[in-house]
């Protein structure tokens, strides 16, 4: 079989050709080829009310600024979530900076004057997989997350509970919506590690003495007459964890005060407020500091921190905003004046602790309020609750461990079981 010559012409453009194709391929295979052996795990928090958490990162441009990029990763039903990437998704990992190269702007000048566009998807691809330089596991406190995960399923099942109970509510309905923003948040607090639920303190004088920790401990401390606590109060501790980043909220309900002779005697209303904050672990703590005594909670606080000496602590004294005024009705010194002075008067420790306040937005913002103290304002509920409400037989405003436990004291006119 005689071979016939190819012509020069023919065998020089199929060479162009052959050759544009082994380019392409070529660089095609060195942008994806990491993919198909590297997996990305990306620790997001938990969902199991179908909260779809956001993992936060920055990523930097190519001119070197870094950009904010927020990722919502679905489905939320893990604490992980391991997945080939594919474009033209960008999944970042919490507190990953993902390199893009610096070279890549000043290459994709116009090819035979038209816009130089596969260039323009090569750059695409090597900024969308670019390699984390950063390990996001560093950061990442697993505890703290299943702590997260936790708190949705108790939150779920106090009111599927609750719901069982009494049949439907608006006011459940309104929790559950309530809650959900805060959860998610709690769920990226604690994914970032910028939040670390259940640090020990001592919360009464019975408690052993705790090690002193590098970390400082943020707190909200939270004092209420709890007669008996409900859904509001709950979700306001929550509002603190989610919004100011404390570690845990501490509720101190009020001693007995014979000014208020309707209020539930405090040998039975602290069992039920305690069966209340006990479910919501460690997130929340019960205190006893205020038993036995007539103490306002710009006093107990102090009594708090005098128990827990040389461990470095930031305090926020949650109060509602009908005490941001500079004195009560009156004419006596309110809350943020009471606090200066008992940081002047009382045992303080000012090397390791100090002292903020927020208040519940509930019946409007007055005049600002000349203070030295650091103010924050958290938004109250969406829906009207009162304990007040709740001892009338309001149980729907009651999470349900509460409503069991002043069940089981016939407390409220609810019968023993």
Known sequence: MALTAMPAGMYS???????????VWTATLWLVAPLWAQRVTAPVAIDAAGVSPTVSAAVVSPAGVAAP?????????????S????????????????AAPAELAPSLHPFRGRPNRLGERFAELRRAFAAP????DEEV?????????RLVEVIRSQLAAMREEGGPDPVLDAVERDAEPILARIAQRAAAGTIEPGRPLRYSDADPAVPVQPRPVRIAFYPLAGDPIHWAHVLVGLKAIAELGVDQVVFVPAGDDPRKPDMTPARLRHPVARAALDSFSPFFAYSPVAMGTLDDGETTLFRLLALNRGQRIQAFYMVGDDHYRAVDKKGRPD?????????RTLPFDTAHHEVEVAFIEREGRGPAVPTALAVHFLPGASFEASSTQARAGRFALVP??????ARAAGLYGLQKR
């Open 83 to 98: 997945a080939i990437v594919a474009p033209p998704v960008l999944l970042a990992l919490p507190n990953a900076t993902v």
């Open 335 to 343: 809350t943020l004046p009471k606090l200066e002075a008992n940081m």
């Open 133 to 136: 330089i950063a390990a996001a």
């Open 13 to 23: 453009c199929g060479m162009r050709r052959m050759g544009r194709l082994m380019a």
């Open 69 to 81: 990029l927020a990722v919502s990763l679905a489905p939320p039903s893990s604490l992980a979530l």
């Open 141 to 149: 406190q697993p505890q703290a997350v299943a702590q997260a995960r």
């Open 400 to 405: 349900y461990a509460a409503y069991e436990a």
